[in-house]
């Protein structure tokens, strides 16, 4: 018999005690808006701005509803306007072109390498030939491009780095923490990622205009006061009349949850990290898979696992079907129909034909992408690697 896993693949650790007691505090008191506070009181939400903004090491943060809304405040904060072009990485998922498109921008896409990273040479042509003054820089899957290249070409074209930090909350690049680098940094602490409060969003910068306009914006009515990290009043008087509210606080329940789970960040990173490398050591060796070497200015987290089997992309469906009968989920990015959670950049058909990208395609036509949740062990990992490269061996032969 071969050996079949038998665990769900969306299954997360529960909420401690610790924060389910005082999500009952919260509930108790009744006061569940981050503007209903009583005298001398800080919000729960207010509160969270301040620990996040001190754990990214960012002057300013935001709490909001989601990653996505982080994405559209972060790029109006920044001063897009209509038709504007944003640059950005073509192997993303659907919240960021729909985020550069409710904001009103037009994105270009550019490549991706073998390695899943945004191609600097693509990226330097397009910001040549495009005059584009926004770059929104998706950290896909984890995978930090060569920041200091990055940050050079902004440089260079005079353009705006929003980074999506949605995959790399608690990474680092050369020892700085992803977010830090660009002008404004958005991050999500939906249940599938970093930190679980259901839906929710964060947004840091070290820009006290943009901070000011997105907490504005963010529905912040004239109580922004009220921000755990924000800037000085001053800040606010300049631009609190031609900044919109566009609602989309957090409330102090998600806040709560956010804040009970920051302390434990570090420590599962590190747990991440251990399940994600037991599943790198099962596969790799193997001729027929190609995984991708870590830069070592990368310090990343692996909460979930890429890797491209060297079979031809009609097989992909059947190496699928074959994984999922052992119990082993993958999502292929390569589909040429968007299914669950993955999508190619050219089926966001509201944005009108897209020029091909060869290389981000050949590279998707073969990319396979399992979640690494915490409610897995370390031999869990082993078991869904040895299910893999069986499987894969098995259409190699
Ligand atoms: C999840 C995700 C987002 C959006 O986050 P939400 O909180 O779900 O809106 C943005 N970018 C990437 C890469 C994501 O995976």
């Known amino acids: ?17 610790t924060v389910i007691e005082r999500i009952g505090e919260i509930l108790r008191s009744g006061r569940l808006h981050r503007y209903n506070t009583v005298e001398g009181e800080k919000a729960e939400a ?48 659907a919240p960021v072109p729909g985020a550069i498109h409710a904001a009103g921008g037009k994105p270009i896409f550019v490549e991706i390498g073998d390695d899943w990273r945004i191609n600097t040479d693509d990226l330097a042509t397009k910001a040549e030939s495009t005059g584009a003054k926004f770059l929104m820089l998706s950290h896909m899957r984890g995978h930090i491009a060569d920041m200091e290249t990055i940050e050079a070409i902004c440089e ?21 923490r992803s977010g830090n680098f660009g002008k404004v ?35 912040s009515y004239m109580l922004y006061s009220n921000h755990g990290a924000a800037p000085d009043a001053k800040i ?13 606080r957090m ?14 960040l570090d420590e599962n990173i590190a747990r991440w990290n251990k ?12 001729p027929n898979i190609m995984t991708v070497k870590r830069p070592q200015q990368e310090h990343y987290v692996g909460s979930s696992f890429q890797f491209r089997p060297k079979l031809d992309p009609k097989q992909l469906p059947k190496l699928l079907e074959n994984c999922s009968n052992r119990g082993v989920d993958i999502k292929w990015f390569g589909a040429e129909e968007p299914k669950a959670f993955t999508s190619r950049y050219d089926s ?19 990319t396979c992408d399992i979640r690494v949740p915490l409610t897995f062990d370390e031999g869990d990992c082993t078991l869904i690697g040895e299910i893999i490269l069986d499987e894969v061996n098995a259409l190699s032969a």
Request: hydrophobic residues 40%; glycine residues 8%; contains cysteine.
């Open 1 to 17: 018999m071969k050996p079949v896993f038998e665990k769900p693949f969306t299954q997360q650790e529960p909420i401690s005690n």
């Open 46 to 93: 207010t509160l969270l701005e301040q620990e996040y903004a001190e754990w990214q090491g960012a002057k300013y943060c935001l709490a909001c509803t989601s990653g996505g809304y982080a994405l559209q405040l972060a790029m109006r904060a920044s001063g897009l306007q209509q038709g504007d072009t944003v640059l950005a990485n073509a192997y993303t998922l």
């Open 156 to 176: 260079k074209h005079d353009i705006s780095m929003i980074e999506d930090c949605a995959h790399t909350m608690g990474a680092t690049w050369n020892g700085k």
């Open 185 to 219: 940094a958005a991050f999500s602490t939906q249940t599938y990622k970093h930190i679980n409060s259901g839906e929710g969003g964060l947004l840091t910068t070290d820009d006290p205009f943009i901070a000011a306009r997105a907490i504005v914006m963010s529905g």
């Open 236 to 248: 606010f008087d300049q631009i609190k009349l031609v900044s919109p509210n566009m609602s989309g």
């Open 251 to 264: 409330d102090n329940l998600r806040a709560a949850l956010i804040r009970g789970q920051l302390g434990e």
């Open 275 to 286: 399940r994600y490398q037991a599943l790198e050591k099962a596969v790799s060796g193997s």
């Open 348 to 366: 966001w058909e509201y944005l009108g034909a897209q020029p091909t990208l060869p290389k981000t395609l050949e590279v998707l036509a073969t």
